[in-house]
């Protein structure tokens, strides 16, 4: 597609209950980037993918996250038993490489509230 | 670990006024630099970049000089429009061949007609 799609833009959960989130990134690019960002904080790393493989998951806050992708296209983060504490907009960035020096395009993000 | 740091907003000017939003980063070695800018409603993109010290970056009118010596990449704009009102990042990436960016908290910008 023309840029990076998430969906859902927003979503309401209750705590305890799992949440996933997509994220489809620009057609042919082979890198792809989780964030996070609290209210009032800067964007927190969580996780990037190279193709279908994450080189690095060291900013998963916990085990209760998890992500994957598939055909080097979409992705899905998981948070199972939510807590108000994962409260955040969530967003996506894909490149065509994975070199930050290109820049990322990002998504609009989901905006997750667990209540 | 890397850290960037940027003032603190909500900035709110006129039209056709300077602007500077400062940021300052740490980091080993030698970061490149980046602004990017997220306009209402849509998604963070790319402002400008440096990828060593004393580059310059420049688009849109805005221009940030890497400045290894006072560990700076401050953002300017010599006359500021409405459609400038977005919120600004700045972010740095570690070039140790890890693809992740450190980001600032952001600083929203709104421009008064």
């Known amino acids: 597609g023309a840029g990076v799609s998430q969906s859902p833009s927003n979503k309401v959960t209750e705590k305890g209950k799992d949440v996933e989130l997509r994220c489809d990134p620009i057609?042919?690019?082979?890198?792809l980037y989780w964030y996070r960002q609290r209210l009032g904080q800067g964007l927190e790393f969580l996780i990037y993918?190279?193709?279908?493989?994450?080189?690095?998951k060291s900013g998963l806050p916990s085990d209760r996250f998890s992500a994957e992708r598939t055909g080097e296209s979409v992705s899905t983060l998981t948070i199972q038993r939510t807590q108000q504490e994962d409260s955040a907009v969530y967003l996506c960035?894909?490149?065509?490489?994975?070199?930050?020096?290109?820049?990322?395009?990002f998504g609009s993000g989901t905006r997750l509230t667990v209540v | 670990g890397d850290s960037v740091t940027q003032m603190e907003g909500p900035v709110t000017l006129s039209e056709e006024a300077f602007l500077t939003i400062n940021c300052t980063y740490t980091?080993?070695?030698?970061?490149?630099l980046f602004w990017y800018v997220q306009y209402p409603g849509e998604g963070l993109q790319l402002l400008l970049k440096a990828t060593k010290a004393d580059d310059k970056g420049s688009n849109k009118g805005f221009e940030a000089t890497y400045r290894k010596e006072t560990t700076s990449f401050h953002l300017e704009k010599g006359s500021v429009q409405v459609s400038d009102s977005a919120v600004y990042f700045c972010a740095l990436s570690d070039n140790f061949g890890n693809e992740k960016l450190t980001f600032g908290t952001g600083t929203r910008l709104t421009i008064i007609p």
């Open positions: 960035a894909s490149s065509l490489e994975a070199d930050s020096s290109l820049g990322y395009t």
């Open positions: 057609s042919g690019h082979t890198a």
């Open positions: 980091a080993t070695g030698y970061p490149s």
């Open positions: 993918f190279q193709g279908n493989s994450a080189p690095d």
